[in-house]
């Protein structure tokens, strides 16, 4: 089966340096993604990884290890605005479709 | 920047009646996707679209739902006999490539369902 693990909720403060980490179980791997969602809103594309190490885009980062099935989303001077929910999702490859399957989501607060 | 165009955004039906979701997709776009967030839930696959015919569906993408591609642009979900648990938020969502030609899923703002 398919299962993807990350934290419900974290905190932490304007300026600071947040990671969030992720875990999955999966057959048919095609890359880890993250999003961000806003409450109400659509999943709005951060980065992904294909491929193991490290994928930098401003302020975010993204790690992926493949042999332990985990991710990280590293997020670099925090502010008010990047409160939100961060979607951990698997690609997973059956039959040309390439669907998403989202982990629960990380409510990220972030306090001044 | 091109996006994912979702109408309507609030659709109010009543229980037992059929909705029509519509979606526009990136242009050059080959992959098509709806997925549905229950209220507090996490998003769900419903089904995947690709070279006019479903690639992949969920468990919860049973009879009641089908997918079409009428025209090049538009692409839609069909509700038969809404029920009171159809009540989501619906995303379309489409990509360029898949596998060797990876790329994201863009989501459109999605469609808020509500059924009574």
């Known amino acids: 089966g398919q299962n993807i693990d990350q934290p419900t909720e974290m905190t932490a403060t304007e300026g600071a340096i947040v990671q969030i980490n992720c875990t999955y179980q999966?057959?048919?791997?095609?890359?880890l993604f993250w999003y961000q969602q806003h409450a109400g809103e659509a999943p709005t594309f951060l980065s992904y990884n294909v491929l193991d190490g490290l994928e930098e885009k401003g302020r975010f980062s993204s790690f992926l290890s493949r042999s332990k099935g985990y991710s990280y989303l590293l997020l670099k001077e925090l502010q008010m605005k990047d409160s939100a929910s961060y979607l951990c999702?698997?690609?997973?490859?059956?039959?040309?479709?390439?669907?998403?399957?989202f982990g629960q989501g990380t409510e990220l607060s972030v306090k001044p | 920047e091109p996006e994912v165009t979702q109408t309507p955004s609030h659709q109010v039906t009543q229980m037992g009646q059929e909705v029509i979701l519509r979606c526009v997709p990136i242009s050059n776009h080959l992959y098509f996707y709806w997925y549905r967030q229950i209220l507090g839930q996490k998003v769900e696959f419903l089904v995947s679209?690709?070279?006019?015919?479903?690639?992949?569906k969920s468990e919860i993408f049973d009879d009641q739902f089908s997918v079409e591609r009428p025209d090049g642009s538009n692409f839609t979900l069909k509700i038969r006999s809404t029920k009171l648990e159809d009540s989501a938020m619906y995303f379309c969502a489409s990509s360029s490539g898949t596998g060797v030609n990876n790329s994201p899923l863009h989501f459109g703002n999605g469609t808020r369902l509500t059924v009574t």
């Open positions: 999702a698997v690609r997973v490859i059956y039959n040309q479709g390439g669907k998403l399957i």
């Open positions: 999966t057959s048919g791997f095609n890359g």
């Open positions: 679209f690709y070279n006019n015919e479903i690639s992949e």
